[in-house]
């Protein structure tokens, strides 16, 4: 599925799976996190966390789920 937290069908996931970043290196990857496309994801990201709903992430993705500061030691 391909679709943005605004779209309507977002209510009706029973899981959000966040895919990989598309990086390879680690410096890609840093470019990645930083871009603001994907850092307007970080609050949104946490308000699903904090609703209980789940979230799962691939590869980079997860890497993404670390920065929004909602993996646990």
């Given at each position: 599925?391909?679709?943005?937290?605004?779209?309507?069908?977002?209510?009706?996931?029973?899981?959000?799976?966040?895919?990989?970043?598309?990086?390879?290196?680690?410096?890609?990857?840093?470019?990645?996190?930083?871009?603001?496309?994907?850092?307007?994801?970080?609050a949104r990201l946490r308000d699903w966390?904090?609703?209980?709903?789940?979230?799962?992430?691939?590869?980079?993705?997860?890497?993404?789920?670390?920065?929004?500061?909602?993996?646990?030691?």
């Open positions: 599925m391909d679709f943005t937290f605004d779209d309507s069908r977002m209510e009706a996931l029973d899981i959000l799976v966040v895919p990989a970043l598309g990086a390879d290196s680690r410096a890609r990857v840093i470019d990645a996190l930083m871009r603001p496309d994907i850092a307007n994801w970080h966390a904090e609703q209980g709903r789940l979230l799962a992430a691939a590869c980079t993705g997860t890497l993404l789920l670390a920065e929004s500061a909602i993996l646990k030691d």
